[in-house]
């Protein structure tokens, strides 16, 4: 009797265990289903950092770092500008519906893409680069990694290629099945946003303030077309009258819409924290560069960074793991692009 008693007893506690788990379970997921369904309601922006790790194509594509890495050196000895490209082509690709090579998406019958965006027209450049590691990944490794995981290596690989930090990329991603011209004019900064314009755009996006400032330090490389400083150069106040006189000579108040100038005027293919120094001698080249030490907010930390190169390459890192995980198509969704600039 004792035993029948004990095992029924016993069964009852295992049940117990059971069901306990059940709804502990049906919780998670309620909870998981009821975030997923906020976040498409309100357009929140939703991290899923669980979902990519540093590791991911461990087994499946080993040598992928070193693939990605040797071709961004071999583009980057070629023409150093290309560095800050591919980098500025993850900037415009996270902030348009998440990290998924919408960017990199020629225009269809379908669809009109995001390159001739009113921030990226004539300006994007690198798309050759992405294509050439995504041939040679798809040699290595046919139909694995995602070209929005390409593009996140490449520009990492970019910013340690010009003497700037190195940071583990998280990846995971897959690619988008589409783009958005709409999206890309409505939430990419111009160079002529003001403080206040880059800090809530940025912020819509999960990154604060300190963060835009950091992820602003990309301007230490890099160059710019003459129609984004044209109305900088030739009508500004806050800039210091050397500066301006000499640009002026690149870049008159009418013409030469794609004459380039550095954006760091001291160490243009260095990535260093001479930006900042620039900002605070006011030789920031474009007026939302300005905008970071113009008697607001961001003046104190445009100075630490002035006076701390590391501290800024620090920050700096961290804020472009962080960008890297905005709103990441991951499990079933999107795809594994085999041509970046299609959809298969």
Known sequence: MLTS????????????????????????????????????????????????????????????????????????????????????????????NGCDASILLDDTSSFTGEKNANPSMNSLRGFEVIDTIKTQVEAACPNVVSCADILALAAQEGVASLGGPSWAVQLGRRDARTASLSSANAQIPMPTSTLSTLISMFSAKGLNAAEMTALSGSHTIGQARCASFRNRVNNDTNIDSGFAATLRATCPASGGDGNLAPLDIQTPSQFDNKYYQNLEARRGLLQSDQELFNGGSQDSLVKSYSSDGEAFKRDYASAMVKMGNISPLTGNNGEIRRNCRAIN
């Open 5 to 96: 008693h004990h095992n029924s007893h016993s069964h009852l506690v295992v049940k117990e265990i059971l069901l306990l788990s059940i709804f502990k379970h049906m919780a998670s997921l309620t909870k998981n289903l009821i975030l997923a369904f906020l976040c498409v309601l309100f357009g929140f922006v939703c991290f899923s950092n669980a979902q990519l790790s540093s590791n991911y194509y461990g087994s499946s594509c080993p040598n992928l770092k070193t693939i990605v890495g040797d071709a961004m050196k071999e583009a980057v000895n070629r023409e150093a500008r290309l560095g800050a490209s591919v980098v500025r082509l993850f900037f415009h690709d996270c902030f348009v």
